[in-house]
């Protein structure tokens, strides 16, 4: 088995990296006011330990004691360190190795505080076995610390995340809206209308101009635009249901209700233009296997 030792700068680079401090002043004393009540409620509950006085009440006040160390201790490295060298803590300075410190900081100054607490108020002897509790007591408000901070950075950066999906979803929605949307311009860009391409139902030339159909709200609008046909018809060649059905004319086959022949040849009916449009010879054979397929 390999088992070599991680290299000294891919340690440091851990150790430095950038971590979240998280310096919401009401979130930390929410915080700081959670735990210690907790600590006061285990202690009361649990009595982990063996307090000389017998007396309820003045149980009671000890045990009330070691809930006010953990929240006095919290606050000053939280609340007040934090204002008073708000250089050391900003969040963009502040790394692991920084956050490791602090909370070892905390730990000791926590079970240290407890221990001379215990013995010179609580009157309890100090053993290995009593120094041994203190010393996982004192270490109980560092964990509960690490995990809601961790918590609350795991969920800003899920919700970063999602925010990040949710943007990239409009990206791409905006992206096939688009790519469902024609913007047809005059020649000298002076002018455009932007048509979705299931409503483009006919393009007509007229001279140096074309004329745009497309049904919006239930109602046929038109327009005339400074461009050729051709132009449009390249600017539609990715798309197979426009065909060119003649010189003059350009046709979504979508709105093609019915095609006939006459003495005139072969002509489209548009659902909701009156107007037949005609077929030339030379595109008939290509409008007929479109409609088949």
């Given at each position: 088995?390999d088992?070599n030792?991680?290299?000294?700068?891919?340690?440091?680079d851990?150790?430095n990296?950038?971590f979240?401090?998280?310096d919401?002043?009401?979130?930390?004393?929410r915080?700081?006011?959670?735990i210690?009540f907790?600590?006061f409620?285990?202690?009361l509950?649990?009595q982990?330990?063996?307090l000389?006085?017998?007396?309820?009440?003045?149980?009671?006040?000890?045990i009330?004691?070691f809930?006010?160390?953990?929240?006095?201790?919290?606050i000053?490295?939280?609340?007040l360190?934090p204002y008073?060298f708000p250089k050391f803590?900003q969040?963009?300075?502040?790394n692991?190795?920084?956050d490791?410190?602090?909370n070892?900081?905390?730990w000791i100054l926590?079970?240290t505080?407890?221990t001379f607490?215990?013995r010179y108020?609580?009157?309890i002897?100090?053993t290995y076995?009593?120094?041994f509790k203190l010393l996982l007591?004192g270490?109980?408000?560092v964990?509960?610390l690490?995990?809601?901070?961790q918590n609350?950075?795991?969920k800003r950066?899920?919700?970063h995340?999602?925010?990040i999906?949710k943007?990239l979803?409009?990206d791409e929605?905006?992206k096939?809206?688009h790519?469902?949307?024609?913007?047809?311009?005059?020649?000298?860009?002076?002018e455009?209308?932007t048509i979705?391409?299931?409503?483009?139902i006919?393009?007509?030339?007229?001279?140096?101009?074309?004329?745009v159909?497309?049904k919006?709200e239930?109602?046929?609008?038109?327009?005339?635009?400074?461009?050729t046909?051709s132009?449009?018809?390249?600017?539609?060649?990715?798309?197979?249901?426009?065909?060119?059905?003649?010189r003059?004319?350009?046709?979504n086959k979508s709105?093609i209700h019915?095609?006939t022949?006459?003495?005139?040849g072969?002509?489209i009916?548009?659902?909701?233009?009156?107007?037949?449009?005609p077929?030339?010879?030379?595109?008939a054979?290509?409008?007929k296997?479109?409609?088949?397929s």
């Amino acid at each position: 088995m390999d088992l070599n030792p991680i290299p000294r700068s891919q340690m440091k680079d851990f150790l430095n990296r950038p971590f979240s401090f998280n310096d919401d002043l009401k979130y930390n004393l929410r915080l700081s006011i959670s735990i210690s009540f907790g600590m006061f409620l285990f202690y009361l509950f649990f009595q982990p330990l063996d307090l000389a006085n017998s007396d309820f009440n003045d149980r009671l006040v000890i045990i009330a004691g070691f809930g006010f160390i953990t929240f006095f201790i919290l606050i000053l490295n939280l609340i007040l360190l934090p204002y008073l060298f708000p250089k050391f803590f900003q969040t963009g300075k502040w790394n692991l190795i920084r956050d490791i410190i602090l909370n070892t900081w905390i730990w000791i100054l926590i079970s240290t505080t407890y221990t001379f607490y215990a013995r010179y108020v609580g009157l309890i002897e100090i053993t290995y076995n009593s120094m041994f509790k203190l010393l996982l007591l004192g270490l109980a408000p560092v964990a509960i610390l690490i995990i809601v901070n961790q918590n609350k950075i795991l969920k800003r950066y899920l919700q970063h995340a999602l925010e990040i999906l949710k943007n990239l979803d409009q990206d791409e929605t905006e992206k096939i809206d688009h790519e469902n949307e024609i913007i047809i311009e005059s020649e000298n860009k002076t002018e455009s209308i932007t048509i979705d391409l299931e409503k483009l139902i006919l393009i007509k030339s007229a001279n140096n101009y074309i004329e745009v159909f497309w049904k919006k709200e239930d109602k046929i609008n038109k327009k005339l635009i400074r461009n050729t046909l051709s132009n449009i018809e390249h600017q539609l060649k990715n798309y197979p249901y426009f065909i060119r059905c003649h010189r003059t004319s350009l046709v979504n086959k979508s709105f093609i209700h019915k095609l006939t022949g006459g003495s005139k040849g072969l002509q489209i009916r548009l659902a909701g233009i009156d107007e037949l449009i005609p077929v030339s010879r030379q595109y008939a054979l290509k409008v007929k296997e479109q409609l088949s397929s």
